[in-house]
């Protein structure tokens, strides 16, 4: 893709969200759609929190079910010396 062509896509695509944005916000019907669109996009973002905190869930139930496994295994003893930090070096994540 050529500058050219990226600069002609990129006019395109921001005269369309400028269309798009002059409509919701200075007509009538896109006033309207704004108000029926707000519930909706509250109801989305509501659920999208509840499921971060079920991922968040799962991965602290994933990070425990792992060292029960490592424990169980008798692997903590092997996996402790991979990293050797020196005083300069920082933790491996």
Known sequence: MTEQ???IAATV?????????GYM??????RA???RLEP????????????RGTLS???NVAGEGW???????????SR????????RQSAPF
């Not at 695509?13 to 944005?21: H, R, S």
């Not at 916000?25 to 896109?30: A, H, I, R, V, Y």
């Not at 909706?40 to 499921?51: I, N, Q, S, V």
């Open 67 to 77: 060292k029960v496994l490592t424990d169980a295994l008798g692997e903590v003893e």
């Open 33 to 35: 759609l704004r108000r």
């Open 40 to 51: 909706t996009l509250d109801d989305l973002a509501r659920e999208l929190m509840h499921f």
């Open 5 to 7: 062509s990226r600069t």
């Open 13 to 21: 695509v921001g005269g369309i969200i400028g269309a798009l944005a």
């Open 57 to 59: 869930k799962a991965v």
């Open 25 to 30: 916000f200075f007509t009538k019907g896109g």
């Open 80 to 87: 402790e010396g991979r990293y050797v930090a020196s005083p």
